[in-house]
């Protein structure tokens, strides 16, 4: 692909990492110079709902470290009727510019889970819209977590992860439930877009073998791409089954730490949870590149 860097090292490959242009705790600037420090040598800030981060990443980057576009969307899993309690993260590897309108979608429904949350909060605290304005982290893009730190730092919660673990998670009493795309429908549209949709972090919809098989049988059909395969949560035992489906799916297995810069996480950027990452194979992203070309030549018939 034109621009594409060409990197002489064999760093680590880590493609899925979060700043705190959304929910991470470092900025774009910090993780650029960790993961150089670390020798990270191919990167994706896959950041949730938006593509702050992918611009000045590149630009702080140079010619030290490939910088890979990438955004991570969660989407609905209800029609399979497999997972009541989680949904499925896909991320969208090398999308177009039009992933904004998948984005705006997702920015609407967050704006309307937000004041409905508000509303089922007054029952039990005094918390205004422009108090969770005032304590959130981006003030442009407000989501559930901020209303969490607003709880904490109106003295109704230990902590904001307290205050979200009380009021806002699923089965509490005031958590709204946000709108998502269904699966099938988010892959179709980040294909019709030329980006390469990936299953984020497969472990936490929390399926059996079975039940996983089953849901990549379908997806597959549909046009799904890749699994998360090398993730620091993913036991020896799940990578060999993953790598498994994604041979026998003839999906990419990707890598990334799902970084976040948290101290408690004990997640390392590159190499995961005590040295369980640490991948350095580039076929990886040889092949999400031909992905997307072939995904871009489908589009252009």
Known sequence: MKGDIVLLNNGYIDLHVHSNVSDGKLSVEEIIRLAISCNVSTIAFAEHYNMGSYNLA?????????????????????KFCISKKHVCHIIAYYPSYFICNI???????????????????????????????????????????????????????????????EFLELGKSCYVEREKLDII?????????????????????????????????????????????????????????????????????????????????????????NNNLCITDYSIIQELKARQNAIFRENNK
């Open 58 to 78: 590149r630009k702080l980057a140079k010619d030290k470290l490939e910088v890979i576009p990438a955004v991570e969307i969660s989407a609905s899993l209800n």
């Open 103 to 165: 984005l705006d979608e997702y920015e609407k429904s967050r704006d309307i889970c937000v004041k409905k949350t508000l509303k089922k909060l007054q029952a039990h605290v005094s918390l205004s819209y422009n108090d969770v304005v005032k304590y959130a982290r981006n003030k442009s893009s407000i989501g559930r977590f901020d209303i969490a730190i607003a709880l904490y730092q109106k003295g109704y919660a230990k902590s904001p992860v307290a205050a979200y673990g």
């Open 185 to 273: 429908d988010l892959i179709y549209r980040i294909r019709k877009i030329n980006g390469v949709p990936v299953i984020a972090h497969p472990k936490s919809m929390k399926l059996n073998f079975d039940d996983t098989f089953n849901l990549l049988y379908k997806l597959k059909e549909n046009g799904l791409e890749g699994i998360e395969v090398y993730n620091p949560c993913n036991t020896q035992s799940q990578r060999e089954d993953y790598l498994m489906l994604c041979k026998y799916f003839d999906l990419v297995p990707t890598c990334g730490s799902d970084f976040h810069g948290m101290a408690n996480r004990l997640v390392n950027i590159g190499t995961g949870i």
